[in-house]
């Protein structure tokens, strides 16, 4: 089934690409969370992608004050859906433009994939793993940023409450999102060794409710899914929602906050100097020894 | 089929794409090799029969966006 339309979220991404400075700031502050998880890494990686690139931050992110890169990286591949974001993260290094959900890229050529703030988009995000694992050559690292499913909840409930005030009935208006659960098996049945998966909450605050709005618009991020109905922009509904936004979360002075929940994904392609799990039987020491205990057999009631 | 030979460094570099780049990119449809064509500023796709276009040096690699072979310019 296809959630989101490829299409419709080309334009937008296009849309944004034009006035992308001013709506940058989120895409700024999980490229540089996510980088930083590299200087945990003692490894260099040559040859690195960026997934969905928008203007280059995590390029902008990767550099190091004193010259050099953060993990080592020699190239970096910057892919985009739109051509606008693609010019624009050209200006740091090799960009292309390609649809990041089936990205271009040969098996084994890449040393580490790295994506923030783009994949919440992607349709089939097992596919996708997947096709990011045969990337990778062995032990090459897969570590990205995506939104996450608390992200904008609070604007999520109050335009499903509005929907159904208004127009008595509801449609998806916010794209749904993975959650963390979902994300670690993910990884794991894509073929990733020792996957990892972690989530972190950004909280923004905003004038109005009408402020977050425009502020997604201009990020690209306003809904792109399926099956929308033609009527989603009723300024009714709309209204109503805002209204119902700071009811709920305003404070005194009438300011809102948005939470954008960051689910970071990490995992390694298989490598045989990767440490894994023993084979059954094969202990060579008794765990009741460890503890100082005394083993009892299965079903006997211990303590007596 | 016949994979096409390498892709030469020079072609790449005379289209402003890095030749790194071309040890990675692959056609996005067929998954198989990308040749340079230098005089359109295309990378071809023999396999798929579409030529991505080169704008700027960056390749866009959409099929949507390609021509197809057979096609006339």
Same mark, same amino acid.
């Given at each position: ?304 | ?14 289209? @402003? ?7 990675? #990119?692959?056609? !996005? %449809?067929?998954? /198989? ?5 230098? $005089?359109? @500023? ?7 029969? #579409?030529?991505? !276009? %080169?704008?700027? /040096? ?5 099929? $949507? ?9």
């Amino acid at each position: 089934m296809l959630l989101f339309d490829r299409e419709i979220l080309r334009a937008r991404r296009e849309r944004a690409a034009r006035d992308w400075d001013t709506a940058s700031f989120l895409k700024r502050e999980i490229s540089q969370r996510l980088v930083e998880r590299l200087d945990d890494i003692r490894r260099s990686f040559a040859v690195a992608v960026d997934l969905g690139c928008h203007g280059g931050e995590i390029a902008a992110a990767l550099a190091l004050p004193g010259g050099g890169s953060r993990g080592d990286v020699r190239s970096l591949l910057q892919i985009d859906l739109a051509e606008g974001f693609a010019r624009r993260a050209a200006r740091f290094g090799p960009a292309i433009v390609a649809d990041e959900e089936t990205p271009p890229l040969a098996i084994g050529s890449c040393d580490l994939i790295l994506s923030a703030m783009a994949l919440h988009w992607v349709n089939d995000l097992p596919g996708l793993l997947t096709l990011c694992r045969r990337a990778l050559r062995p032990d090459g690292l897969f570590l990205v940023a995506m939104l996450g499913g608390e992200t904008l909840w609070q604007l999520r409930q109050c335009l499903a409450q509005a929907e159904s005030d208004v127009e008595s009935g509801l449609s998806p208006r916010v794209s749904p999102f993975a959650d963390l659960r979902d994300a670690a098996g993910l990884l794991q049945r894509a073929g990733f060794a020792l996957p990892v998966a972690d989530s972190e909450t950004i909280t923004v605050d905003y004038p109005d409710p009408l402020a977050l709005m425009r502020d997604l618009r201009a990020m690209g991020e306003s809904n792109a899914i399926l099956g929308r109905r033609p009527t989603l922009a009723r300024r009714a509904t709309l209204t109503r929602g805002a209204a119902i936004y700071t009811e709920r979360f305003g404070n005194a002075t009438g300011r809102v906050p948005a939470t954008f929940e960051v689910l970071y994904l990490h995992g390694w392609a298989p490598h045989d100097s990767q440490q894994k799990p023993l084979r059954p039987g094969s202990a060579s020491s008794r765990l009741a020894d460890a503890l100082q205990t005394v083993e009892r057999p299965a079903g006997e009631k211990a303590g007596r | 089929m016949n994979s096409p030979p390498a892709v030469p460094v020079s072609p790449a570099a005379r289209l @402003g794409i890095d030749p790194k780049l071309l040890e990675i #990119l692959v056609c !996005p %449809v067929t998954h /198989g090799p990308l040749e340079v064509d230098v $005089g359109r @500023g295309e990378l071809v796709s023999r396999k798929a029969g #579409l030529a991505y !276009p %080169v704008r700027d /040096g960056i390749p866009i690699m959409l099929a $949507g966006e390609a021509r197809r072979l057979e096609d006339k310019p």
